[in-house]
């Protein structure tokens, strides 16, 4: 046994949030993986590498970790193990600042419950006394966590979000080593974490980073990473012999725990099962305790199937990602070094015709097609798109670059962003949008290759107006307005939005969530299979307008007015006037759209951005259009705002 003369601490006291329900009945350090607690192959390991004296700390349902300690003291090879119980969570640095008294070498070894690696921790201690670090965090390549910016063997930053696909950066483990020198200096008494200590060691030179390649690195922490953790050990789960499960009842691939109740003819999938209510019919990828449910984000099983077998060597994982307001899936594959996103679309997956519309006609491409057409248009012209690296065709599948996780949305709504840069980042959409309307003469764009239909004053009355009548006025408002009393007005918009306005390349959703910001700070557009010809300002419109963002009236016409400068300023008039009726069909549509998603399919992130576009959609018709503002205010009452 290595002796590397060591205290050490497994930080333990944390909610588990990323776990709920099932920790709402057992801490996530208790969780078992191949039949042993987190926390105990944590332990082990310490006992293994030569760590006598371990602290582990502990809030949330801290007695049930008090009691698991004390069972099991005598099995675990290790002298001494104390639980620090927290009556306030006290974070990360909080908990070792209380534990200081007992944790009294240096430097210290800190774990965190939630994952498993087994490093050497022998040649880990030398490297971090070598550099006379205040701490050293010990890293890996895995790409998911990929945060950490070295400077030879120093940590130089720590990014604020992790960036999968740069190979330069590594990620933190969770494991890392104490000098006394650093333990002194946090904060006693009061919740505190560990996070801005390693950014201001980091700025003084004095934070290691050892990079381990030899361990394998699994992190249990969220509801993906603990099945697969669990899977790892045992392909088919693991079923406590005190679960409750009918004899015909079918259990695949899942974590039942005890206390657990499964009925007769249920199927759990790829699920993680706790006490609570009883289990029937179909549970399929998801986290259910305590009468609470939430979703596993992975693919279904034959499907990360066709997803894997894209890939050799085979990939590290494979996670669901939150996708558009469509029926696509979008998944997140880790490779070794890097990763990619797998859009799966299979062919002749019509979406309802009356929500997507799309060509009927043979020759009509489906959506991957019109994709890949697209992109390569968008390509040529300079405007940046995720690189399609595969095509499967006859499977639905296109591999796509990983541009990571920020969109412009998510961006514009940093408190601590600067009006300025909100300005340059929606400057830098306004300049995405002059590219992609500036196709060459010589390279015109080619109706025939994507199945959108024309965009034109029939698609308006059906797709736009009359989306938003039936999803909104009618069916979530539950208003008897007959679609006659804005039909006549919809078409005179309708005529205003094309009246006299060139034919340009259109998204059609050109907003905040479909434009992506790039680890390299680009802006590169998604969502692309909608493209057709359409007016210019019906994409400024949606820009400008959208509700997600809800961008002030000053900043709007400043960057109307830049548009308009780079545009066309002689046709400033014209393209107002275009502008306000797009921005009536954009409202109405989005409208549609959020009844449509978050009323009838109940998916988030919807509705409570209609009260924003009802307040645009009355702001936009004014005097000219009162039978929409009227329908507009009945809305808007039907649904409890103001009128």
């Not at 994982?317 to 307001?325: C, E, F, P, S």
């Not at 990619?340 to 519309?357: C, E, F, S, T």
Request: charged share 25%; with cysteine; glycine share 8%.
């Amino acid at each position: 046994m290595p002796e590397t003369s060591l205290k050490g601490m497994v930080l333990a006291a944390g909610f588990g949030t990323r776990l709920l329900p099932i920790t709402r009945v057992i801490p996530k350090a208790l969780l078992p993986v191949g039949g042993r607690a987190l926390l105990e192959w944590n332990l082990r390991y310490l006992a293994e590498s030569g760590v006598r004296d371990v602290v582990v700390n502990a809030h949330y349902l801290a007695l049930m970790v008090v009691r698991w300690v004390e069972e099991r003291r005598g099995d675990l090879d290790l002298p001494s193990v104390r639980v620090a119980v927290e009556p306030q969570i006290l974070g990360t640095a909080g908990g070792i600042a209380n534990a200081a008294a007992r944790l009294d070498t240096d430097p210290v070894v800190i774990m965190n419950a939630d994952q498993i690696f087994r490093p050497d921790l022998e040649r880990a201690v030398a490297f971090h006394r070598e550099g006379r670090f205040l701490a050293t965090l010990l890293c890996v390549a895995d790409p998911a966590h990929r945060q950490i910016r070295r400077d030879g063997d120093r940590v130089g930053e720590i990014l604020p979000a992790p960036s999968h696909n740069d190979a330069t950066l590594s990620s933190f483990t969770g494991v890392y080593l104490l000098s006394q020198e650093a333990i002194a200096g946090l904060p006693r008494g009061g919740y505190a974490e560990i996070t801005p200590h390693f950014r201001a060691w980091a700025r003084d030179g004095r934070l290691g980073c050892m990079v381990v390649e030899d361990a394998p690195f699994r992190d249990a922490g969220d509801a993906e990473g603990y099945l697969e953790a669990v899977l790892e050990m045992d392909a088919r789960g693991a079923v406590s012999p005190d679960a409750i499960v009918a004899a015909d009842a079918r259990i695949e691939e899942s974590v039942v725990f005890a206390g657990a109740v499964i009925e007769s003819g249920a199927h759990v999938a790829r699920s993680i099962v706790g006490p609570g209510d009883p289990v029937r019919g179909a549970c399929d990828r998801r986290i259910v305790a305590a009468g609470e449910s939430r979703r596993i984000a992975l693919l279904p099983r034959d499907e990360e199937g066709m997803v894997r077998a894209l890939f050799t060597p085979a990939p590290r994982a494979v996670r669901l990602l939150a996708g558009d307001g469509s029926s696509r899936r979008f998944a997140r594959v880790f490779l070794t070094a890097s990763t990619r996103v797998v859009l799966h679309a299979p062919q002749g997956d019509r979406q309802p015709a009356a929500i997507y519309p799309r060509r009927a006609d043979e020759a009509a491409p489906d959506e991957n097609d019109s994709y890949v057409y697209v992109a390569e248009v968008l390509r040529r012209i300079g405007v940046r798109t995720p690189r399609i690296e595969t095509f499967d065709r006859a499977r639905g599948l296109l591999v796509l670059e990983d541009l990571g996780d920020t969109t412009l949305f998510a961006r514009l709504r940093l408190s601590d962003l600067a009006d300025a840069d909100r300005a340059r980042l929606l400057t830098g959409a306004i300049e995405v949008l002059l590219r992609m309307q500036a196709v060459p003469p010589g390279e015109p764009f080619d109706t025939n290759r994507v199945g959108a239909v024309p965009y034109d004053v029939d698609f308006v009355l059906a797709y736009e107006a009359g989306y938003f009548h039936r999803e909104m006025v009618c069916d979530l408002a539950q208003l008897e307005i007959p679609f006659e009393d804005l039909s006549a007005e919809a078409a005179r918009v309708a005529h205003e939005a094309l009246d006299g306005a060139p034919r340009v390349l259109m998204h059609r959703d050109f907003q905040s969530r479909n434009l992506m910001v790039t680890p390299d700070g680009e802006l590169a557009l998604i969502d692309l299979q909608g493209a057709r010809l359409g007016p210019p300002e019906y994409d400024l419109a949606s820009l400008l307008l959208d509700p997600y963002t809800n961008l002030s009236g000053v900043l709007r016409e400043a960057l109307l007015d830049r548009y308009v400068a780079a545009h066309a300023p002689a046709e400033r008039d014209g393209i107002h006037r275009r502008f306000r009726a797009c921005g009536i069909n954009r409202m109405m549509q989005a409208l549609g759209a959020y009844a449509y998603l978050g009323g009838r399919l109940q998916k988030p992130g919807f509705l409570e951005y209609a009260p924003i576009a009802l307040a645009r959609l009355k702001e936009l018709c004014g005097p000219d259009f009162p039978a929409i503002e009227s329908v507009a205010k009945e809305v808007g009452r039907s649904l409890g705002g103001s009128s």
